[in-house]
T-cell receptor, first 116, second 117 residues
Framework: AQTVTQSQPEMSVQEAETVTLSCTYD???????LFWYKQPPSRQMILVIR??????QNATENRFSVNFQKAAKSFSLKISDSQLGDTAMYFC?????????????FGKGTRLSVIA | EPEVTQTPSHQVTQMGQEVILRCVPI?????FYWYRQILGQKVEFLVS????????KSEIFDDQFSVERPDGSNFTLKIRSTKLEDSAMYFC???????????????FGPGTRLTVL
């Protein structure tokens, strides 16, 4: 079975600064996907960024980037130039590579507060 | 932009009562999911549904739970006889079917908070 661990329950960052959220996972699968989801207060979860395990290049989406270390089973999220709208709960998630519609396995989440 | 919607946003029920949580997936999506999050715990997968049948379910999804797509738009989760430990946030998600491989993004609803007294 796969497990996802987010060791930082809460973090805060000053506006315009950079913050890194940690995520580690455990799996015996060789091919899989990793995701970061964002859940703003009272809003639905939205996908921030995804990484395919067979791709060595780290994914980047505008101010969001990941540091994917497959051997270490680590998948951290870096948010650059933090904005007040980045305040949210962030979930790291794992998906097996089987047909593209398998269940997500989530971590417990990190609550990020961006301070003006 | 199309969204997954869920009703009600908050449901309070007495232990032993039946509840039905409703979801309207994105209209061209064919794969549907239910997840739940007990307060302070991880978001956990319950069940996935495709082509009018359960595709996969977790060990949490026991005989007390059932899912249904009663018409062309709704997707429901029924809990037959609620227990205190069923109190949680329940999230519905949907995804499309991609035939060319790769992963299909799951789009989540805002959740229904279920409180069992």
């Amino acid at each position: 079975a796969q497990t996802v661990t987010q060791s930082q329950p809460e973090m805060s960052v000053q506006e315009a600064e950079t913050v890194t959220l940690s995520c580690t996972y455990d799996t015996s699968e060789s091919n899989y996907y990793l995701f970061w989801y964002k859940q703003p207060p009272s809003r639905q979860m939205i996908l921030v960024i995804r990484q395919e395990a067979y791709k060595q290049q780290n994914a980047t989406e505008n101010r969001f980037s990941v540091n994917f270390q497959k051997a270490a089973k680590s998948f951290s999220l870096k948010i650059s130039d933090s904005q007040l709208g980045d305040t949210a709960m962030y979930f790291c998630a794992f998906m097996k590579h089987e047909g593209g519609n398998t269940p997500l396995v989530f971590g417990k989440g990190t609550r990020l507060s961006v301070i003006a | 932009e199309p969204e997954v919607t869920q009703t009600p946003s908050h449901q309070v029920t007495q232990m032993g009562q039946e509840v039905i949580l409703r979801c309207v997936p994105i209209s061209n999506h064919l794969y549907f999911y239910w997840y739940r999050q007990i307060l302070g715990q991880k978001v956990e997968f319950l069940v996935s549904f495709y082509n009018n049948e359960i595709s996969e379910k977790s060990e949490i999804f026991d005989d007390q739970f059932s899912v249904e797509r009663p018409d062309g738009s709704n997707f429901t989760l029924k809990i037959r006889s609620t227990k205190l430990e069923d109190s949680a946030m329940y999230f519905c998600a949907s995804s499309e079917i991609r035939t060319s491989g790769g992963v299909n993004e799951q789009f989540f609803g805002p959740g229904t908070r279920l409180t069992v007294l």
